[in-house]
């Protein structure tokens, strides 16, 4: 059946795309309705950003893994497995190890320090309007390239799912997507988004889960098995290091660099920092990390299975050939197992798995522009907190929502994965040093979160510009091009600590000092809870 992935590509593809969009559109309808529902309870800033702070640590923690397990993380790494073995499962230890960072260095003490936005901690002890810009505007940077490289995945997604090869057909696709995208955010805000994240996560892990457990019955359970069924395919090279970053000394530094932006970067996206609010206290802001580690470490040993499952099955000459590429991987192992309709039901995921997360993208960029752009530097916190400022995040999403809808039109088949490269890269060189600094630094002022800030953004961008993930390679966004100066496509190796070192120089250079009353508050605040919204003490 796989040999050709002829019922994929040819006779069958038909009968395929009219299940997986059936199925597609029985979760779009059960989803609305639920959406439908949180929106009658949305009507203040606290409902519209933070789903009224109502839902427990074990909720928002499947949340977390529905906003955090993109179809990136489902299909690339299982792909990347099947391909590269040992390497490619490398990035499941990456995105795993960084919720141990978000765990011990920020979830609770943003919890108990902010209120909506990362905007919001930063301004607590320095100049309002100055901070709040510099962290809106870095998080706009970070949610726009992440929208785009999700917006842009779905057009792919849909040539490998659904056999709608034209472009035409794929923007329409995409369109789809991003109206659906508007539609959750703008009626159902925090509490809508989260209920969609929720369902997403267990259809996700469910999904994975009977694909894991098929797989190793397949080979009597015995992982050892399924690796040397793997090596007998494609060698003993997917169960030993090297395979895709071994090659060259440059590319083991590409890994260490990647390898930094992810695990640095996590504890950095807006996305993820927004969840905690979403929890009345800060116990619940543990609880949910504790729960997300749980899902996401259960997740991603199931991706170990699937990818070298397809490796086996399936072939890594067959992965690469087909439409999608190493995305592939994993649909085409749910064909080869369990027919049209395991593949109709893995299809139906992997596209809620864009709808989730491109939601909580969404919510996230219009409560940053409207909370601290609009409310608190335009408007100098004189607003009306139950109807203008959401009024304006809601305008703000339909914008953004245009804007990642037409980005991902235009970027649709090119290499989008310096889009996520930069996104990681900039939370972690941008907005967690500046995080870090006034969490934890008593000295750090005004200028050197903005140095952090501004320097981490600037850094980040010019060189992913010219780094090889542009320009100068076969899988460049520009392969015609070359004006790759910095060899590495990942900036974090050097961009990270250019960062850290940016907000301590622009601190110790300032004759502004730090406003020793804001910060001794801070500091209590942080670690006891004392005064944060809807929290109590511990």
């Known amino acids: 059946m796989i040999a050709a992935f002829s019922p994929l590509a040819q006779s069958g593809t038909a009968n395929n795309s009219a299940l997986n969009i059936g199925i597609f559109a029985l979760f779009v309808v059960v989803t ?63 995105f795993l190890v960084a919720w141990l960072v978000a765990l011990l260095l920020v979830a609770e003490l943003l919890r108990n320090t902010g209120k909506y936005t990362m905007g919001d901690v930063l301004s607590f002890r320095m100049k309002e309007r100055p901070v709040r810009t510099a962290a809106s505007l870095s998080t706009l940077a970070v949610t726009f390239f992440y929208l785009l490289a999700q917006m842009a995945g779905a057009g792919g997604l849909v040539a490998l799912l659904l056999g709608i090869t034209n472009k035409t057909g794929q923007a329409a696709v995409i369109f789809v997507v991003g109206a659906l995208m508007i539609v959750y955010v703008l009626v159902g805000g925090m509490k809508g988004t989260t209920w969609v994240q929720i369902i997403k996560a267990v259809l996700l892990i469910a999904g994975a889960f009977v694909m894991t457990i098929w797989v190793l019955a397949m080979y009597g359970f015995n992982f050892s098995g399924l690796l040397g069924a793997a ?232 060189l992913i510009v010219i780094s090889p993930a542009v320009s100068g390679a076969e899988d460049s966004m520009f392969p015609s091009l070359n004006f790759a100066l910095f060899p590495l496509k990942n900036p974090g190796l050097v961009s990270i600590p250019v960062s850290f070192l940016l907000g301590y120089l622009g601190t110790v250079l300032s004759k502004d000092s730090a406003d020793k009353a804001k910060q001794a508050e801070m500091e209590v605040r942080s670690l006891t809870g004392a005064g944060a919204e809807k929290a109590v003490s511990h």
Do not use: C
């Open 32 to 94: 609305m309705v639920i959406v439908f529902r949180a929106s009658r309870n949305t009507k203040t800033a606290s409902d519209y950003y933070a789903g009224g702070r109502a839902f427990t640590g074990p909720q928002n923690g499947i949340a977390i893994a529905g906003d955090y397990l993109s179809a990136a993380s489902f299909l690339g790494i299982a792909g990347a497995i099947a391909v590269y073995g040992y390497d490619g499962f490398l990035y499941s230890i990456g």
């Open 231 to 462: 090596a007998d395919v494609a060698g003993d090279k997917v169960l030993n290091p090297g395979a895709q970053y071994g090659k060259t000394e440059i590319s083991k530094l590409d890994f260490v660099s990647l390898g930094i932006a992810l695990v640095l970067g996590t504890a950095g996206l807006p996305h993820v920092l927004m969840r905690f609010y979403t929890v009345p206290t800060a116990k619940e802001a543990r609880r949910s990390v504790v729960w997300a580690i749980w899902l996401i470490g259960l997740f991603y040993l199931f991706t170990l299975v699937l990818g070298y499952g397809a490796g086996a099955l399936v072939g890594s000459d067959v992965i690469k050939k087909a439409p999608g590429g190493v995305n592939s991987a994993a649909p085409l192992l749910a064909l080869e197992i369990g027919g049209p309709l395991l593949l109709g039901f893995i299809s139906a995921v992997a596209f809620a798995t864009i709808l989730a997360v491109v939601a909580g993208l969404t919510i996230t960029a219009s409560a940053s522009f409207a909370h601290d752009i609009y409310a608190n530097v335009i408007k100098k916190g004189k607003v009306d907190d139950k109807g203008q400022e959401v009024k304006v995040a809601r305008i703000t999403a339909v914008v953004i929502g245009i804007v990642s809808i037409l980005g991902g039109i235009a970027a649709n088949g090119q290499n989008i994965a310096f889009l996520v490269a930069l996104a990681f890269a900039v939370a972690a060189s941008a907005n967690l040093p500046t995080l870090l600094y006034s969490l934890f630094w008593k000295r750090f002022n005004t200028n050197g979160a903005l140095w952090s800030i501004y320097g981490g953004l600037a850094v980040t961008i010019v």
